[in-house]
């Protein structure tokens, strides 16, 4: 398996505070790797870094072969072959689900709108929302509005998909139902790296998982080794205040 993405020694933070300390991984082309920890872990901060939405303070991101610390690289070109679907879903509410979706096909990769239009309606399919592409955001639910969000992503081909939490905003309902469309989009074989505390998804789903804390990774493995297995004191009483949770908001957890 040839690797999509490559972490090496990575360090960033804010204001002078590390976030992330020496954080080293890969995925490889086709693989779905899980990111666990509590909050306030360096998740997000992990996400935004591979994207330079964050700049890091040091190490090295090898995205699809090429180094984007490198200070020559243009980082709006390496976004383009990444999609990134995020806690909030971040449509316009000015625009049509449409619309919504054809957006950086038109301005980032200067699609005509026939071609735009024709895969929009693609990925729309195939997260179940071409019914209502004429709506607009807030005639959505959550649950809609997060499909929509991950069709734009999908939208943009990219390499590997990046998602941070897609179902923390959402109720038990609406949170089943992303998931499903999350699973449908796993079995198109592309690389996904999920930030996410949803351990039926994580086994279902996941090549391996990742459990970060205080800006490193404390353990990594199979969902196997990690849900069932773990090494490390740490991951298992994570995994025991995550299913404590669960049980208490009456949601799916997995039989450990």
């Not at 901060?45 to 180094?67: A, F, Q, S, Y």
């Not at 179902?167 to 139902?177: G, V």
């Amino acid at each position: 398996m040839s690797e999509v993405l490559i972490v090496k020694n990575l360090r960033a933070g804010y204001k002078g505070h590390e976030v992330l300390k020496d954080i080293s991984f890969t995925v490889g082309r086709g693989e779905k790797v899980v990111i666990m920890g509590p909050s306030g872990s360096g998740k997000s901060t992990l996400l935004k870094c591979l994207v330079r939405l964050v700049e890091p303070w040091g190490g090295t991101i090898i995205l699809d072969g090429v180094n984007i610390m490198d200070h020559n690289v243009d980082i709006r070109k390496i976004r383009m072959k990444t999609g990134f679907v995020f806690q909030s879903y971040n449509l316009f509410p000015h625009m049509t689900v449409l619309k919504n979706v054809m957006l950086p096909l038109r301005v980032v990769k200067k699609y005509s709108k026939e071609k735009s239009e024709k895969i929009a309606l693609k990925v729309l399919k195939i997260v179940g929302m071409e019914d209502y592409i004429d709506k607009y955001p807030l005639q959505l639910s959550g649950g809609q509005q997060q499909r929509v969000s991950i069709a734009r992503a999908l939208a943009m081909e990219p390499v590997i998909l990046f998602l941070d939490e897609p179902t923390s905003a959402l109720d038990p309902e609406l949170r089943e139902e992303v998931l499903q469309t999350l699973r449908k989009v796993a079995k198109q074989g592309r690389s996904m790296l999920v930030v996410t505390h949803e351990l039926d998804f994580a086994e279902d789903v996941s090549d391996r998982i990742m459990l970060v804390d205080h800006g490193v990774i404390v353990e990594e493995g199979t969902p196997e080794e990690i849900l069932y297995n773990p090494k490390r004191e740490r991951t298992r009483r994570f995994l025991k205040s995550i299913m404590r949770k669960m049980q208490n908001n009456n949601l799916k957890v997995i039989k450990r």
